[in-house]
């Protein structure tokens, strides 16, 4: 994702929704680069620094979570350890 929020991504999101039929009223996808992808309170620092603190993403209680964090042994081209995306679905 070079731009995780643009309208471009964000429409691509929505049609990897709509054609698996994951029946969604809102989404939300969000991008972050953890320093230690094995630390959970590096991705939850990461998560802060995105913009969802701890308060902010209590507000998505009920909400369908799914996600992809590389590890530090995940080699993939394009990719570093640490890059993760989490996409928050509301039914």
Do not use: C
Not at 13 to 21: F, Q, R, S, W
Not at 32 to 57: N, W
């Amino acid at each position: 994702m070079s731009k995780p929020n643009s309208p471009e991504t964000l429409s691509a999101e929505e049609e990897v929704l709509t054609g698996y039929k994951i029946p969604f009223k809102s989404f939300k996808v969000i991008s972050f680069t953890a320093k230690d992808p094995e630390s959970a309170d590096s991705v939850a620092a990461a998560l802060t620094a995105a913009g969802y603190d701890t308060k902010t993403r209590s507000q998505f209680a009920g909400w369908h979570i799914g996600g992809e964090l590389f590890g530090s042994g995940d080699d993939d081209e394009g990719t570093i350890p640490g890059e993760g995306v989490v996409m928050l679905t509301k039914s």
